[in-house]
């Protein structure tokens, strides 16, 4: 069933022929992502062809070994038919919302619910202290010059790059007391200059603090937002559109649907542990755990599910009502569904095949040995548990530090005062020297650890972060990892070489016989910026990304 059909020599012409086998330029094509696909594979035509005869040379081997009524492969087919389908069945949902007309007035309706803003335009020099601050805006009030202060004495260095210029920014976009300030300066300039839109070369100044230290400000211009362009929304409006049509089509089906989210056992052990309960049911069919962990990718039996339970669950439903409705509107005898069912019917062989070639070959005993040559690598590391307060000056570090000399408790000062709250009073668990900022960690691995029932040695130092009083709580070698742990990483190691050796091994066998792409089949332009494929087909869902906030630190 895998014979190709008569091939125009011409547009697809024969670059290796394996064991009497064929392997065409089209061929080469399946390995480059298909959002790259190109014409001109000149440039990476030796690596292509040979990721298809390994492929090709895998396919033969399972032709032998893998039967055509092989019940994995079936159900492997099958769910790949399945998401064909679904594919499908998304693109006739969308095809009208993702219109050029459905498009545009997603971005009318954007503008209609995001009115112009005020924007502010304003530059800034960020120093520690607030006599700092009060002594650079007296040099600027007897005219000294923005741009020189700036470059000699901020701390925003990527602001200096500027002369200390911040551009348009509209009151969201900053920190609220950074904000106040550059929009209260905006009303006195408003006042001073009678008119809402400006820009000056010399501004109102004033002094803020916030989380970062003191900033000088000087607000230089004022105006109204615009909106970008639709076809810089583009992409966004397209994510919006799509998510609103799914959630939508989803809730129509759920109308119709009876389903039900039953609760996650709790956990037992020995005898009496149930391995794969029935969680969900939809329209009385009964669906396991081992159905819904499908949807986490390297996931099994002993994945915990706790955490993100209720979420998988409905996500689960969602692609089964989903799949559901999209097998009753689009047949599996679909043109596209079969062209891409044939696809991908060779790679899923080939992967079936493979995953049961190298589980015969690989054992405790091997992984062992490998085990032991993995704990010579990866040597235990020194490691030491310490605690830390983060605050903005050397000053505040200092008082910290006589404070909890005096016996203050370090947890609460370090939930009160410290700007990292993400370390609960202040514990940084065990790390080794490479996991710090140097600084820090040449701190922590020079103070000693309790003894005696003293408590752990502390000190103060400084970092791109701010200020850290740091205090030792223990220092250890770090733990060994037990073979268990390493087990997963060791199997993919050994994985990659067993199929490596096998394909040498096959190749000294076979017959294989390489062909040049014909001169007037190259293409003249390169494309530099394709990346070639692995050699496993399935290519990942694609996802956009929110377009970032501008960061609050400006």
């Known amino acids: 069933m895998f014979t190709a059909c008569s091939k125009d020599q011409q547009n697809d012409p024969i670059v290796a022929i394996v064991n009497g086998d064929k392997v065409f330029k089209s061929t080469l094509m399946n390995f480059i992502p298909p959002n790259n696909q190109i014409q001109n594979i000149d440039p990476y035509f030796e690596n292509l062809r040979e990721r298809a005869i390994n492929v090709e040379l895998i396919h033969q081997k399972a032709l032998l070994n893998v039967k055509a009524d092989d019940t994995e492969l079936a159900e492997e087919l099958n769910r790949i038919k399945e998401g064909l389908i679904l594919e499908q069945y998304r693109k006739k949902l969308l095809e009208k919302e993702l219109s050029e007309k459905g498009i545009k007035a997603k971005y009318e309706k954007f503008i209609k619910e995001n009115p112009a803003e005020s924007e502010v335009r304003a530059r800034h020099i960020l120093v520690e202290k607030e006599e700092d601050a009060k002594q650079i805006l007296e040099e600027l009030e007897k005219g000294g010059s923005f ?12 602001a200096n790059a500027q002369k200390g210029d911040l551009g348009y920014f509209r009151r969201t976009d900053m920190v609220k007391p950074f904000a106040d300030s550059a929009f209260a300066l905006r009303e006195k300039m408003i006042s001073k200059l009678g008119r809402d839109h400006f820009h000056e070369s010399t501004g109102l100044r004033d002094i803020v603090k916030t989380q970062f230290g003191w900033h000088v400000i000087e607000v230089l211009g004022s105006r109204e937002s615009s909106h970008p362009p639709l076809e810089e929304l583009k992409s966004q409006l397209e994510g919006e559109v799509t998510k609103d049509t799914i959630e939508k089509e989803v809730d129509r089906l759920k109308e119709k649907a009876k389903f039900e989210i039953l609760p996650l ?91 049961r070639y190298v589980k015969s070959q690989q054992n405790d005993a091997s992984l062992q040995q490998d085990y032991k040559v993995w704990l010579t690598k990866n040597p235990q590391e020194e490691e030491v548990h310490a605690r830390h307060i983060l605050v903005e000056t050397e000053d505040e570090a200092k008082a910290i530090l006589a404070k909890l000399k005096e016996n203050a408790d370090f947890a609460t000062m370090a939930n009160e005062k410290s700007k990292d709250k993400g370390a609960k009073g202040g514990d940084l668990g065990y790390f080794n020297a490479a996991m710090m900022v140097p600084e820090f960690s040449q701190l922590a691995f020079s103070l000693q650890p309790p003894q005696n029932g003293q408590k752990g040695e502390m000190g103060i130092v400084k970092s791109n972060f701010g200020w850290h009083i740091v205090e030792v709580l223990d220092k250890r070698k770090s733990p060994v990892p037990t073979f268990d742990e390493v087990k997963p990483e060791l199997e993919a190691e050994q994985a990659q070489k067993i199929v490596d050796d096998y394909l040498e091994a096959l190749k000294k066998e076979a017959k294989i016989e390489l062909f040049d792409l014909p001169k007037d089949s190259k293409d003249k332009k390169e494309d530099p910026k394709v990346k070639v494929a692995a050699p496993d087909l399935e290519s990942a869902d694609s996802t956009k990304k929110e377009e970032p906030k501008k960061e609050a630190s400006k």
């Open 265 to 355: 056992p709790a956990k037992t052990e020995g005898k009496d542990a149930e391995k794969d309960p029935i969680l969900v049911k939809i329209d009385g069919k009964e669906y396991k755990k081992s159905d819904l962990i499908t949807l986490i990718p390297n996931s099994d039996l002993g994945t915990d599910l706790t955490p993100f339970y209720d979420r998988l669950a409905n996500e689960f439903i969602k692609k089964q009502l989903m799949t559901h409705e999209a097998l009753k509107s689009i047949s599996d005898k679909d043109k596209s569904i079969q062209e891409g069912l044939n696809k991908v019917r060779k790679r899923a062989l080939v992967n079936i095949y493979l995953e």
């Open 147 to 158: 741009e020189a202060l700036s470059n000699a004495k901020s701390k925003d260095k990527a």
